[in-house]
C-alpha cells in the first residue's frame, strides 16, 4: 500500500512489532526498553504462536553457568564451530559468530527476565526429556560433530516437565508488558505501506472485519513465523514438505514473508525446512533404522531431527527401526510416547519379507551390524559404543507411519512419519534489517524468528529457533528503536 493512501491512521507507534512469539516478545521488549513505544499485533486471540508450543529448548553455549555446573567446559568458537557443521550448507557465519560469542550473555538476559533453568543433564537421545533437567545433549556427541567440535550439551531447557514452550512465553510476554509493550490481538495485518523512497513507515490490518491503518514512526518488526501453513508457497518454495504433518499453531502462513516481497525484500534458502520423524530417538540409538531396501543411511544416536531431514530428503520417509526385546525394555515405558513394534519375526528374513525389504537385505545389514557391534565400533556410521550391541532374535520393526502421542495428548500423530516447519525466509542483516534484492537495508522493516532466515542452512538443531529468535528478535528492537524517523513526514497523511 502505497503512503499516499490512507487518509489518516488509525493508530500510532514508535516500534510495531507483527507477531508475539518469542521473537516478537524480545523485540518488543528491547525496545520498551530503550524508551520506545510499542504496540504489538497478533492475528491469534493471544500471544505465544508457535513458541507455546515448542519444547522450549534454547541452544545456548560457550560457558553458561549450567554447562559449568553439568561439569562441562565450552567457549564460544567450539559452539559455532558445531552450529557452521550442523546448520549445514548456506548456514550464516556471520550470524552463527555472534549467537555463540554472546550465548552466555544471551543466557543471562533470559535468566533476568525470569526464564529458570535446572543445572542437571539429561543423559540420553531424546526429543523432550520427560524431566525437568535444565540440559541436554542436541547431538554435539554424535559422529561427525564429535571429531569437528569438543563435544558440550548445549541445549538448555526452561525448568518444566516435558514440553517448556508455554512456560518460555508466558515468561518472555510477562516481560514485555512490564517494560510498557501493549498489544492488540485478532488482528491480521494484510500489508505494509512504503513510503516514496521505498521505506516502511505503517500497515493496513483488519480487526473483526474492520479496516484499520498503524503508523510506525521508527521502525516494523516482522516476527510473523513461517509458511508452512501456506500450501501455495510450499508448492513453489518447498514442495518437499506438502503432505506432512505442519508444527505449527496454524498461523505460520507466511504472510509476513510475502509482505515484505511485495516492497523489494530478498529471501534466502526458501526450500529448507525441519523434519521431526516419528520415532523414539532411545529406540534408534539402541538398534537399527534402514531404509526401504534394508540398509543403514545415517547414525542412529545423532540428533533426531537430522534422521528426520535424511528420511525426507534421502529416502522419502520410507524407512523403518529394527530392535530386539532388550532394546526395547531399556526404554522406560514413558519414553516411548505410545510407540509398539508393528512388525515382529524370529530370523531377520523373515522380518524383512514382512516388511517388503529385498530378500537378504536386512540380514546381511544386521549380521555386519552385529559383527563389529560386538568388537564395540561402527565403521560405517560410528555410532557411540554406548550404544553398540548385536541385536538378537526375535527381532521387532516399528513403522514410523504409526505415529507417535507425546507428553499430554491422548491419540497418536499418523501420517506420513514426519513432521515439518520452514527454515527459509527474508534476508536481514545481524540487526534484524530486511535487505532489498539489491542487496541494501530497506528502511524502517525489520524480520526475526522463523519470518527470517536466520542461522540455519540446509540443516537444523533443536533450540535454534528459539534461540536465533530470541537474540536477533533483541538486536531488531534495539535497532529498530535507534532508528531516528520521528520528523520524516509521510507524504499524503497529513502527518
Known amino acids: 500500500m502505497n503512503a499516499s493512501e490512507p487518509s489518516h491512521y488509525d493508530l500510532e507507534t514508535d516500534v510495531l512489532v507483527v507477531g508475539y512469539g518469542c521473537a516478537g516478545a524480545a523485540a518488543a521488549f528491547e525496545a520498551a526498553s530503550a524508551g520506545a513505544e510499542v ?26 553457568p549450567i554447562q559449568r555446573a553439568c561439569g562441562f567446559d565450552d567457549s564460544p568458537e567450539q559452539m559455532a564451530a558445531f552450529l557452521r557443521a550442523a546448520l549445514g550448507p548456506g548456514a550464516d557465519e556471520q550470524k552463527i559468530a555472534l549467537y555463540s560469542a554472546h550465548s552466555v550473555d544471551h543466557f543471562h538476559w533470559l535468566v533476568e527476565r525470569g526464564v529458570p533453568f535446572k543445572p542437571s543433564l539429561w543423559d540420553s537421545p531424546t526429543w523432550v526429556p520427560p524431566t525437568d533437567d535444565g540440559l541436554m545433549w542436541l547431538g554435539e556427541n554424535s559422529w561427525p ?7 558440550a550439551p548445549r541445549g538448555h531447557r526452561p525448568t518444566a516437565q516435558d514440553f517448556g514452550g508455554k512456560l518460555l512465553m508466558d515468561v518472555l510476554v510477562s516481560a514485555a508488558e512490564s517494560a510498557g509493550v501493549t498489544a492488540q490481538y485478532d488482528t491480521a495485518v494484510t500489508d505494509l505501506i512504503a513510503a516514496e523512497n521505498g521505506s516502511a513507515v505503517g500497515v493496513r490490518a483488519r480487526r473483526y472485519g474492520q479496516e484499520l491503518t498503524v503508523r510506525a514512526r521508527r521502525g516494523i518488526i516482522l516476527t510473523t513465523g513461517g509458511f508452512v501453513d501456506n500450501d501455495q508457497m510450499l508448492a513453489a518454495h518447498a514442495p518437499r514438505l506438502l503432505g506432512h504433518t505442519k508444527v505449527s499453531a496454524g498461523t505460520d502462513d507466511g504472510s509476513g514473508i510475502r509482505m515484505a516481497q511485495a516492497i523489494g525484500a530478498a529471501v534466502r534458502h526458501m526450500s529448507t525446512g525441519q523434519v521431526g520423524v516419528s520415532l523414539v530417538p532411545g529406540f534408534a540409538a539402541r538398534g537399527l533404522v534402514v531404509n526401504g531396501r534394508g540398509q543403514r543411511f545415517v547414525t542412529e544416536d545423532t540428533y533426531p531431527g537430522r534422521i528426520g531431514q535424511a528420511a525426507l530428503f534421502r529416502q522419502d520417509m520410507d524407512i523403518w527401526v529394527i530392535l530386539d526385546e532388550q532394546a526395547y525394555e531399556e526404554v522406560p515405558e514413558p519414553q516411548r510416547w505410545g510407540v509398539q513394534p508393528t512388525h515382529v519375526a524370529e530370523t531377520p528374513d523373515e522380518l524383512g519379507a514382512l516388511l517388503g525389504l529385498p530378500a537378504g537385505a536386512l540380514e546381511a545389514t544386521l549380521a555386519r551390524y552385529n559383527e563389529f557391534a560386538a568388537g564395540g565400533t561402527d565403521p560405517d556410521f560410528h555410532k557411540s559404543s554406548r550404544w553398540l550391541r548385536p541385536l538378537t532374535p526375535p527381532l521387532a520393526a516399528i513403522d514410523i507411519k504409526a505415529g507417535v502421542r507425546p507428553p499430554g495428548q491422548t491419540t497418536a500423530r499418523r501420517g506420513t512419519g514426519a513432521s515439518v516447519f520452514t527454515l527459509g525466509g527474508l534476508h536481514t542483516t545481524v540487526d534484524g534489517e530486511v535487505l532489498h534484492l539489491d542487496g541494501t537495508p530497506i528502511p524502517g522493516l525489520y524480520a526475526a524468528g522463523r519470518a527470517s532466515a536466520g542461522l540455519h542452512g540446509e540443516g537444523y538443531i533443536s533450540g535454534t529457533s528459539l534461540g536465533d529468535g530470541t537474540y536477533f528478535g533483541r538486536r531488531a528492537g534495539a535497532a529498530a528503536t535507534a532508528t531516528d524517523r520521528l520528523s520524516v513526514p509521510i507524504i499524503g497523511t497529513g502527518h
Open 39 to 64: 504496540l504489538v499485533l497478533d492475528k491469534a486471540g493471544g500471544p505465544g504462536g508457535a513458541s507455546a508450543l515448542s519444547g522450549g529448548e534454547i541452544y545456548l553455549g560457550g560457558g553458561t
Open 145 to 151: 560433530f564429535a571429531e569437528l567440535a569438543a563435544p
